[in-house]
Structures are given as C-alpha cells and as structure tokens.
Nanobody, 127 residues
Framework: QVQPVESGGGLVQAGGSLRLSCTAS????????IGWFRQAPGKMRGFVAA????????TYADSVKGRFTISRDDAKNTVLLQMNSLKPEDTAVYFC????????????????????WGQGTQVTVSS
C-alpha cells in the first residue's frame, strides 16, 4: 500500500509559478508510474501529467504542455510538478496518484487506472 501526500499549493497571480510536491508514505514510489490530476469546481477530474517509473518518460495534457514539468527523485520518494506561466484556468484542486499496477510499462492517463490518491492541494491563479 502507498499513500501519496501532496504539498505546495497556494495562491499566485497569472504568469507566476508554483511547484507541487508528492511524497509517499508506506511503500516506495520507485516501481510505479505517478500521475497528477486536477479538478476545478463543477468539472470532472482531468489528467495533467504523468511520469514513468522505468525510464522517467513523461506525458502531458495538451493544455499544460510547455508550461508544466513533472519529475521524480526516487531517492527522496518524491514526484514534483513545476508549473510555470500559470493561467486562471489552471485553478483547481491538484491530486497526486499512483498507478494501481506496479511495474506497468506504459503511462496511463485515465484516472481509473490509478489506485492510490492523495488528499489534494488547492491551486488558485488570480487574473
């Protein structure tokens, strides 16, 4: 069992940056893909970015490509989401999640493929 824990959310002006952190309690992250999702008020939870356990490959939602960067530090059991050039439409609760399948070779982007979720952290971007 692994329990992701997010931190780093807050309030920022449009054009600013934030860095979200996801650490694991319990089992290590080192053999599982990790994803970030977000949910804005009145909207469904959606995929943001994910990183592979095996080679560090990444995938992003089109809406954040070129602005967000996901990375991992297995020695610290941490996954980071660096968010630059933030826009008001990035306002949401951001969730870190671990894939339900350890050792999965490909990166999943559907939230039902992720079995372990953090409590979420609020990101608010003012215009």
């Amino acid at each position: 069992q692994v329990q992701p824990v997010e931190s780093g959310g807050g309030l920022v002006q449009a054009g600013g940056s934030l860095r979200l952190s996801c650490t694991a309690s319990g089992r290590t992250f080192s053999r599982v893909n990790i994803g970030w999702f977000r949910q804005a008020p009145g909207k469904m939870r959606g995929f943001v970015a994910a990183i592979s356990w095996s080679d560090g490959s990444t995938t992003y939602a089109d809406s954040v490509k070129g602005r967000f960067t996901i990375s991992r530090d297995d020695a610290k059991n941490t996954v980071l989401l660096q968010m630059n050039s933030l826009k008001p439409e990035d306002t949401a609760v951001y969730f870190c999640a671990a894939d339900r399948l350890w050792w999965r070779p490909d990166i999943a982007t559907m939230d039902n493929e992720y079995g372990y979720w953090g409590q979420g952290t609020q990101v608010t971007v003012s215009s």
